[in-house]
């Protein structure tokens, strides 16, 4: 049977803008986005959505109110549904056994019970979040062990590829779509019927089937893989740095090489964002249970690089401004964790300004796109500066660019916004 009616638990990053593409593009489906933040869904129904994503307003817009929903009815949108995506956020555990390591999975858990609790039909479950590899196994047992009889559930893994900044674009366009199902008649009837809601658009040659577990790790493989490109490039710019190379025409050098390519050879300040970190770590953890030690400090390297990458380029700025940044104006351009979005998760900036406020430093931060009191939240946090008066001593939130640079010290790049190269021309 043909999918006509789609719930996405999670009206996040992933959730928002996944669901509303699929609207756009199936005009016979209906698509429901769900969330328990209200404020999130009232900002999804109205002029200014809460994720900044070039090419999303025109897509809400356009099949908001037509086949396009946003809700906090999560039961209700979960008993219309034939087609239910799970795509809750899955952080790093902050407690507990796996702390700072494992995936958080309490929402993929809490959301996957109200499945159970609330479907009155069968349904089939596709688990979008980036979850660690047998997840869809403790999904079937806990709607199997709660379910109304006589009701089936099929379970498929849909991990998602997007790229924040340029999502939309990855969205119409995908270099593939993965889908994986148990290989039984059922799974692979519940695989096929999720294919036909992407083949509305995306080739079917590249979208790829496999079985379940397959596609759960790959999610996480390919972000080891992204993530240990930056800090093997980071790792070389260090030596590049001490022998007079230059790091951009070793890149080039490198990336010519039809076996490398020249994707992901840019030396920076190291990775944020809320993926990378959180799924390497995911990775090292599973690999630490399946008893493969120097399998995980293989991979738990690429995260011990990209920290030593901020530490060195913070040494570098103070060793440059003769070794103290006490009381010196120092200029923070770009706060996101990257160009094109206002997420600021795992932001390198946040580690930055961190350091420079621990130097007594005075910041100044500029960001096209972030919303001022996130920055003094993300400051603000444990771990971080955890003392929000010391935050607002230390940091003046600026309006461009040219205010945050006036009588700088030094003007730190952190993000690679175009309007910042626009200005460095004038
Ligand atoms: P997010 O935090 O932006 O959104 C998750 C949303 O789920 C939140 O709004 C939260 O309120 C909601 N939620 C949690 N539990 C719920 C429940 N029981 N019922 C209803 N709503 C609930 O997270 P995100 O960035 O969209 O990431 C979602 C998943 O996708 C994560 O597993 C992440 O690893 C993965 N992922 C993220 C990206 C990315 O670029 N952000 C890319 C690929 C995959």
């Not at 993965?178 to 036909?196: D, N, R, S, V």
């Not at 008893?291 to 030593?308: F, G, R, S, T």
């Not at 200029?331 to 094109?340: N, Y």
């Amino acid at each position: 049977m043909p999918v006509r009616n789609i719930c996405c638990i999670g009206a996040g990053y992933v959730g928002g803008p996944t669901c509303s593409v699929i609207a756009y593009k199936c005009h016979d489906i209906k698509v429901t986005i769900v969330d328990l933040n209200q404020a999130r869904i009232d900002a999804w129904n109205s002029d200014n959505l809460p994720i900044y994503e070039p090419g999303l307003d025109e897509i809400v817009f356009e099949r908001r109110g037509k086949n396009l929903f946003f809700t906090t009815d999560v039961d209700g949108a979960i008993q219309e549904a034939d087609l239910i995506f799970v795509s809750v956020n899955t952080p790093t555990k902050k407690s507990g056994m796996g702390a700072g390591m494992a995936a958080d999975l309490a929402y993929v858990e809490g959301a996957t019970r109200r499945i159970a609790e609330v479907a009155k039909s069968s349904k089939i479950v596709v688990e979008k979040s980036t979850v660690p590899c047998r997840t869809a196994q403790s999904m079937r047992t806990i709607l199997e062990a709660n379910s109304t009889p006589g009701i089936h559930f099929d379970i498929c893994s849909n991990p998602e590829f997007l790229a924040e900044g340029t999502a939309i674009k990855d969205l119409l366009n995908p270099d593939r779509v993965l889908i994986g199902a148990l290989q039984t008649p059922e799974g692979i009837a519940a695989q096929k019927a999720l294919a036909e809601v992407y083949t509305h658009w995306v080739p079917a040659d590249r979208v790829i089937t496999t079985n379940l577990w397959s596609s759960e790790l790959s999610k996480l493989a390919a972000n080891a893989l992204l993530a240990q490109r930056i800090s093997s490039i980071n790792a070389l710019s260090a030596i590049c740095e001490a022998t007079g190379a230059d790091v951009d025409e070793v890149a080039y050098a490198c990336g010519r090489d039809s076996r490398i390519g020249s994707k992901f050879l840019k030396a920076s300040v190291g990775f944020g964002g809320s993926c990378f970190q959180k799924d390497i770590l995911n990775l090292v953890y599973l690999s630490e249970q399946l008893h493969l030690p120097e399998v995980a400090a293989y991979w738990k390297q690429v995260v011990i690089m990209n920290e030593y990458q901020k530490k060195r380029f913070v040494r570098h700025i103070i060793s440059t401004l003769f070794n103290t940044i006490t009381n010196k104006k120092i200029a923070v351009l770009g706060f996101a964790f990257k160009k094109d979005t206002g997420d600021t998760r795992e932001a390198a900036a946040i580690t930055l300004i961190k350091d420079f406020i621990q130097e007594h430093a005075r910041v100044a931060v500029y960001d096209p796109k972030v919303d001022h009191e996130q920055i003094f939240r993300d400051l603000s946090e444990p771990g971080i500066v955890d003392n929000r008066k010391e935050v607002e001593k230390h940091v003046t939130i600026c309006a461009s660019a040219y205010e945050a640079c006036h009588d700088a010290d030094a003007v730190v790049l952190v993000t690679e916004w175009d309007e910042f190269k626009d200005t460095a021309l004038d």
